[in-house]
T-cell receptor, first 112, second 116 residues
Framework: KNQVEQSPQSLIILEGKNCTLQCNYTVSPFSNLRWYKQDTGRGPVSLTIMTFSENTKSNGRYTATLDADTKQSSLHITASQLSDSASYIC???????????FGKGTTLSVSS | GAVVSQHPSWVICKSGTSVKIECRSLDFQATTMFWYRQFPKQSLMLMAT?????????EQGVEKDKFLINHASLTLSTLTVTSAHPEDSSFYIC????????????FGPGTRLTVL
């Protein structure tokens, strides 16, 4: 069964600290993996996208990694800011034309 | 980047009434639009997929007669929740996909529906 599991479910960190969010998937065949940021009451916004051959992708303070062999991805946030408080969702795309598979997300709270 | 808007952003209605939610792609042609529902602390759940000019394809367990979807143009799709009940209260999010394919979806800001 195609699944996307994220951990931790929630995380609280102090402003300025770094953190890493995890995503494991069992989707096969695999096309690409995206990380989205979803602010409360808003739609998801794409942070990064990686295909099978890509190991890392950065977007400002966000760096995503992908290990297609172990089917694991991580999202590293550097020097966190209060505005980073949101839900981070890992989304995997499988065979062309099939539905995206969403993880349940990690809720990040950054406190001052 | 591609922008998708939704209207209204929130709506409160009485049980038994119908509510229409609009989804517009503002700067690209969305040949395919998707409607999702999201309950608190849950991930997005795909409700239906619609291609412009065609009938929507509904996911298993989603009542097509209750959630009417119209995708009349390449920039507009509507979701009508008919005879809404409190259990329909949720966050509804649409997304649009264009020439880059259906796995490149641009999400709208969502509509919060509360049925009293």
């Amino acid at each position: 069964k195609n699944q996307v599991e994220q951990s931790p479910q929630s995380l609280i960190i102090l402003e300025g600290k770094n953190c890493t969010l995890q995503c494991n998937y069992t989707v096969s065949p695999f096309s690409n993996l995206r990380w989205y940021k979803q602010d409360t009451g808003r739609g998801p916004v794409s942070l990064t996208i990686m295909t099978f051959s890509e190991n890392t992708k950065s977007n400002g303070r966000y760096t995503a990694t992908l290990d297609a062999d172990t089917k694991q991805s991580s999202l590293h946030i550097t020097a966190s800011q209060l505005s980073d408080s949101a839900s981070y969702i890992c989304v995997v795309s499988g065979q062309a034309g099939t539905a995206l598979i969403f993880g349940k997300g990690t809720t990040l709270s950054v406190s001052s | 980047g591609a922008v998708v808007s939704q209207h209204p952003s929130w709506v409160i209605c009485k049980s038994g009434t119908s509510v229409k939610i609009e989804c517009r792609s503002l700067d690209f042609q969305a040949t395919t639009m998707f409607w999702y529902r999201q309950f608190p602390k849950q991930s997005l759940m795909l409700m239906a997929t619609s291609n412009e000019g065609s009938k929507a394809t509904y996911e298993q367990g989603v009542e097509k007669d209750k959630f009417l979807i119209n995708h009349a143009s390449l920039t507009l799709s509507t979701l009508t929740v008919t005879s809404a009940h409190p259990e329909d209260s949720s966050f509804y999010i649409c997304s649009g996909a264009g020439i880059l394919g259906t796995d490149t979806q641009y999400f709208g800001p969502g509509t919060r529906l509360t049925v009293l």
